[in-house]
């Protein structure tokens, strides 16, 4: 009885797979009991209204980094504590600054930002119609021929038909 080869690949890539198997258990997700379905309704919707600051935009559910694992970590506890919305909100803009928000709210720092595609939609059309109203104003230009450049047109044209 014949005892049965394994290829030198084949090896080389069960052992691969034996060696990397651990590292899939490094990608572990977080979980966060709660006992009222709608609080988890919340948490998910207050992690993913959240931006996290290392990785600039990207909400703190998604994000790997540290920084987003302790602001979901807050947030879960203020929501144990019983914190509304608000609540947790203000205080994660007052601890990171209003950077956090993906949906800054509207107040005099901010008015910039909310009118800024206003102002440039609003630009766009004034050039648009400024050059309207240009092209509208200008005499359209007939390029009138001397008759030394008509002449050798027909000549051209002449020659053209000639070819065929």
């Not at 049965?4 to 690949?9: D, N, Y």
């Amino acid at each position: 009885m014949r005892a049965h080869q394994v290829s030198p690949h084949r090896l080389t890539l069960l052992m691969m797979v034996f060696l990397l198997l651990p590292v899939s258990g490094w990608a572990t997700t977080d979980t966060y009991p709660f006992s009222d379905p709608q609080d988890a309704d919340r948490f998910r919707t207050l992690i993913s209204e959240l931006r996290c600051p290392k990785c600039q935009n990207q909400n703190i559910a998604d994000s790997n980094a540290p920084i987003a694992k302790d602001m979901r970590d807050e947030v879960y506890r203020m929501l144990q504590q019983g914190a509304s919305n608000e609540e947790v909100t203000e205080s994660l803009v007052g601890r990171f600054g209003e950077f956090v928000r993906y949906k800054p709210e509207l107040d005099r720092r901010t008015a910039l930002l909310w009118a800024t595609p206003v102002i440039a939609v609003l630009g766009g059309l004034l050039v648009v119609i400024g050059i309207v109203i240009r092209s509208r104003r200008r005499p359209e230009r007939t390029a009138a021929l001397s008759d030394e450049e008509r002449r050798q047109a027909e000549a051209l044209l002449k020659d053209s038909g000639n070819d065929r």
